[in-house]
């Protein structure tokens, strides 16, 4: 018979953190590999990739003129590294998936409820916001950079920095695109309040400009173009926190 009062050895005490060690591991090599075997398949198409996302400035290029390579090694590395952070976005439906299946066992019914919803919206949101970016804010913006330079200039935009443009307003959109998930999120855990955030709206319209100034280029229309979808998205968010907070105390009631 085991005495109680006798202290436990280390072995029993580190065996849950051990076993949450190698399901987290575990959960990584997945995500891991699927970003690999999606890098693997999209690597041969990189350079047809590359003209996809370079279309909407190429489109919009003098006649005569086009895209070039200032960096020996660019033609490779461009194509090489867009197609690894494309084989990312692409697996982060699996990689969340991966996340939900580790903190899930220690999630409330309610709370798994809730959190189904906003992992699936929080990836459509963060595809959306990528999207927006592509078809709506380049063709303006390249548009105008393009247009407003000196007529002996001849636009001819280096691929490597190109590639680390778009991918940061790719990011930067995507990210955005998440503030309806964010503003809920901060009401339902009793952070703050939808009356709080409504009495904050002129302060959160300027951090809107603000964030839209440091996180695009130095120009007024991406600036706008980013600022605006952030502040129509915070309005988003405080609707749906709304209507979670109205259905929240029929959860409740469920749960006891």
Not at 93 to 111: A, D, N, R, T, V
Not at 200 to 220: N, Q, S
Request: glycine content about 4%.
């Amino acid at each position: 018979m085991i005495d109680p009062n006798q202290p436990h050895s280390a072995d029993d005490q580190e065996q849950p953190i051990v076993s949450h060690l190698v399901e987290l591991r575990s959960r990584l090599m997945r995500a891991l590999l699927a970003v690999l075997i999606l890098f693997l398949c999209l690597f041969y198409f990189a350079n047809n990739l590359y003209e996809i996302v370079s279309a909407p400035l190429t489109a919009l290029l003098p006649a005569g003129t086009s895209m070039i390579a200032t960096d020996v090694t660019s033609p490779f590395f461009a194509p090489f590294k867009l197609t690894l952070v494309l084989s990312i976005f692409l697996a982060m439906p699996l990689i969340l998936h991966q996340i939900w299946g580790f903190i899930s066992p220690g999630l409330y019914k309610h709370e798994k409820r809730l959190a189904v919803p906003l992992l699936a919206s929080s990836i459509v949101l963060f595809y959306s916001g990528i999207a927006f970016a592509y078809f709506v804010v380049f063709p303006l913006i390249f548009g105008f950079f393009t247009s407003v330079g000196p007529e002996n200039v001849a636009v001819m935009t280096d691929i490597s920095s190109y590639l680390n443009f778009v991918l940061k307003i790719f990011f930067a959109f995507g990210v955005v695109f998440e503030i309806p998930i964010a503003t809920l999120l901060l009401v339902w855990s009793g952070i703050t309040d939808v009356k709080s955030l409504r009495e904050k709206r002129a302060y959160v319209i300027v951090g809107c400009f603000v964030l839209g100034m440091l996180l695009t280029p130095p120009d007024v229309i991406s600036q706008t173009l980013l600022a605006v979808p952030m502040w129509l998205l915070f309005e988003l968010g405080i609707l749906l926190a709304v209507i979670v907070k109205r259905k929240a105390p029929a959860d409740d009631e469920e749960a006891e």
